[in-house]
Every structure is written in structure tokens, then in C-alpha cells.
């Protein structure tokens, strides 16, 4: 069976993260995010992958290239993000018999994702505690009756998961007016085949919907949790690694530096000496975590550098980013309330007591910053010597 791999958006609430790269190829672990789905995919026997992108197309094709892991990969371009069901209507020429359809920015319960590959026409399902935030699956046994979107009264708990397995005449069902949000929804192709075939639902174990910065942070606890301990990098004898730490080849540890894992350190980063990095945080290719510095529950993205004397705390920084020496994160109100976050314009709780700050590529802070808890720093933003930063810039 083929897969479709939905990766054309941007990932427009997840800005300033998506400015050099699109949603989908924000690093989880040891990969982009949607090599999560397309892995889940391949394990569960996907023949060919079919990747549908637009924005940042580019960075999306170089990673896959034409072949992932011994599975050939096609793409088909989304020019303009008219919805998923118009996403997939854009990789109809390259489909032939039945075919799934996974979103590229959703982290799956991989052994759910083959049961629905066995199981086709099928859709998966996630129980949640407010279904009407969702799109909500009505069910008869196994069965999917309907789907309603934000139902004020759901009939399930069960949560449509953006994972589908479509029979072959589905290709023929791709044109559906837009809805309400002016949107063309691959639910609409899914009520189609709920109407005309016997459609099951594959509850999975967990689930996760890349959305938010938060939820990026979040995507990384879940991957980096399934480390096992891996140290292939240079690491000084007095260093002390605990618990699941993969160090890459080419990463360098130095003396005094404490990590306690889950923690991954990639290729070409460098730690210390005297550091304290604890999990679950991914230290991306060539960053660097200096002198003093404790890094704690955070991204720190390729090229990244927290060089002296600084604390970073739950929070996502983009590529490229300097901290100057004393900057310091603060990842917790003393009200004890969640976070707040700016998403498109709006504060939005992170619904985490413990969230510190977002951080757009090329950013450099002075020395001495001081960044509040749910602060956003933009693309290539700078702080003065001494600041207090309350807002977001
Ligand atoms: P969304 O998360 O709804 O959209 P987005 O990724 O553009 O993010 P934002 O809302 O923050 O701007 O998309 C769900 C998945 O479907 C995601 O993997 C992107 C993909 N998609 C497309 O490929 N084409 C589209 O037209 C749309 C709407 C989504």
C-alpha cells in the first residue's frame, strides 16, 4: 500500500520555529518531526511513500531523497494550503489501489499505525477528555458510523487521530467543497467512505498533534524517553553520564560535565566543561552548552550556542541562536499558574506549570538577559546588556 505524508504546511502557530524551516522538519530526537509518521509507515509495510509538500519543499525533499529506508518516495507539490483533502488530491496522480494517508506534523502510536494498515478502509482513534475539541468518531462496535466536527454533545470519546487507510475509489472522491473554514477536509472524504464501505477505528495508545511550540517540547519528551544509552562521541574521563544518554560521533564532552538522561547530544556539539544537562533535552548538531551553563527539559537547535553562566529551562531554541553569558530562563510563575504563550497573536496557556521561553533562529541575547516565562523571542532578535525581558520582541 502506498502512504501519503501530508508535510505542505507551514506550521503557521508554531511560528518563529517555522521561519527557515517548515513544520514538519522541526527536529524531534534524532529526526524531523514527520520522519516520525513516515517511519511509522514504513513499519508497518508502506510500499511507497508519497510525500505532499509546499512550504519549504526544498529542506522536505533533500531529507527524504527518492528512497527511505529501501522505500521509494514520490513527491507531489501543494501550491497553495487549500486543506488535506485537497493536499491529497494533489498526490492523486501517483496513487494506484488503496492508499493511507498519515499527517506529517502528528506523532502516532507506530503498532496502531499497522493495525490500520491491516485493517483498511480505516481510521485511527485517540480517547481524549474533551472530545468536542475534536473531531469526534460515532461508533457501532468496530465500526465508524460518522464523524462530527466539535460536537457540543460528542458520542464518543474517541478523537479522529489524522491517520487513514482509503479505499482505491477514494481517489475518485478528492474534490469536496471547503467547509466552514474554508478548507477542503479529508474528514469529508472520510464520511464518504464511512457511507459506502465498512470503516473500523484503530484506538491508539497515544498520540500527539504538533501545533505549538509547547507541543514540539513535548514531541521531544515522548521520542527522547525511548532512548537507550548510546555514547559514540568523545567523552572525558571526568565526565559523569547517567541514565539514557546518547552521545553521536563527532560530539564532544568535556571535563566536569554532569548529563543526566534522556538526553541526546548530536553530531559535532560540544558540552562543557563543568555543564549540568538534564533530560529530556536534545542538544542539536554543532550546538554548543559551555562553562556553567544548566540545561534543563529544552531543544537546543543545530548551531545553537548557551557558551557561560547561564540557565535554560522547558524551552524550544530555533538554529543559530546566541545566549550571551549570564542570560537565564525563567520556567515558572509563582502563582503556580500554566504558562501562557503568544500563538498568532493571542496569549494561549501552555496548560505547563513549568514553560520558559521560545526562541527564533539567529536570536543573540546580551549579557546578563533576563527572559520571563512564556516569552517569544522572533527571528534574529537581540536583547541588550542587563535586560529584563517581560514581552515578546
Ligand atoms: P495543520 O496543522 O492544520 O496546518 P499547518 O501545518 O499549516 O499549521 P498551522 O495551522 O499552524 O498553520 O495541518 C495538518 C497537516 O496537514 C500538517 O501535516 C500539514 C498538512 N497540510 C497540508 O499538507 N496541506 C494543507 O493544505 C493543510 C491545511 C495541511
Keep these: 500500500m502506498q502512504a501519503v505524508l501530508l508535510a505542505a504546511g507551514e506550521g503557521t502557530r508554531i511560528r518563529p520555529l517555522s521561519a527557515s524551516l517548515p513544520k514538519p522538519m522541526l527536529p524531534v530526537a534524532d529526526r524531523p518531526l514527520v520522519a516520525h509518521a513516515a517511519d511509522a509507515a514504513v513499519d508497518a509495510g508502506a510500499e511507497e511513500l508519497v510525500v505532499v509538500v509546499g512550504y519549504g519543499a526544498e529542506t522536505v525533499r533533500n531529507y527524504f531523497g527518492d528512497d527511505y529506508r529501501g522505500v521509494p518516495v514520490r513527491y507531489a507539490v501543494q501550491d497553495e494550503q487549500a486543506g488535506t483533502a485537497d493536499a491529497v488530491r494533489a498526490a492523486r496522480e501517483h496513487l494506484d489501489g488503496a492508499f493511507a494517508v498519515l499527517n506529517g506534523d502528528n506523532l502516532y502510536d507506530p503498532e496502531a499505525v499497522a493495525d490500520l494498515f491491516e485493517s483498511g478502509p480505516s481510521v485511527g482513534a485517540i480517547r481524549v477528555d474533551e472530545p468536542s475539541n475534536y473531531g469526534v468518531l ?38 469536496v467543497p471547503a467547509s466552514e473554514r474554508g478548507e477542503r477536509e479529508i474528514t469529508d472524504v472520510l464520511a464518504r467512505a464511512v457511507e459506502e464501505y465498512d470503516v473500523s477505528y484503530v484506538a491508539m495508545d497515544r498520540w500527539l498533534d504538533v501545533g505549538r511550540p509547547w507541543e514540539l517540547l513535548e514531541a521531544n519528551e515522548w521520542k527522547l524517553a525511548e532512548l537507550e544509552r548510546d555514547v559514540r562521541g568523545e567523552v572525558h574521563d571526568d565526565a559523569d553520564l547517567r541514565g539514557p544518554v546518547v552521545v553521536e560521533e563527532g560530539a564532544t564532552i568535556d571535563a566536569g560535565v554532569v548529563i543526566e538522561g534522556p538526553v541526546l547530544v548530536r553530531a559535532g556539539a560540544s558540552v562543557g566543561p563543568n555543564a549540568y544537562v538534564r533530560g529530556a533535552t536534545l542538544l542539536g548538531e554543532d550546538a554548543h552548552v559551555g562553562h556553567s551553563v544548566e540545561v534543563k527539559n529544552s531543544v537546543v537547535g ?92
Excluded at 151 to 157: G, Q, R, W
Excluded at 324 to 350: F, P
Excluded at 368 to 378: D, F, I, M
Design 138 to 175: 460515532s461508533t457501532a462496535g468496530d465500526a465508524v458510523t460518522d464523524i462530527v466536527e466539535k460536537p457540543t454533545d460528542p458520542p464518543t470519546d474517541l478523537a479522529n487521530a489524522g491517520a487513514y487507510v482509503f479505499p482505491a475509489e477514494a481517489r475518485e472522491w478528492l474534490d
Design 302 to 393: 543545530e548551531g545553537s550556542h548557551v557558551a557561560h553562566l547561564s540557565y535554560v529551562g522547558d524551552s524550544v531554541l530555533g538554529r543559530n541562536v546566541n545566549f550571551g553569558a549570564g542570560t537565564n530562563v525563567a520556567n515558572l510563575r509563582h502563582d503556580d499558574e500554566a504558562v501562557k504563550l503568544t500563538v498568532k497573536g493571542e496569549r494561549i496557556s501552555t496548560g505547563r506549570r513549568k514553560f520558559g521561553v521560545v526562541v527564533g533562529d539567529d536570536a543573540k541575547t546580551a549579557i546578563n538577559t533576563s527572559l520571563n516565562a512564556g516569552v517569544t523571542l522572533s527571528t534574529g532578535a537581540t536583547t541588550t546588556p542587563g535586560e529584563v525581558v517581560t514581552r515578546d520582541r
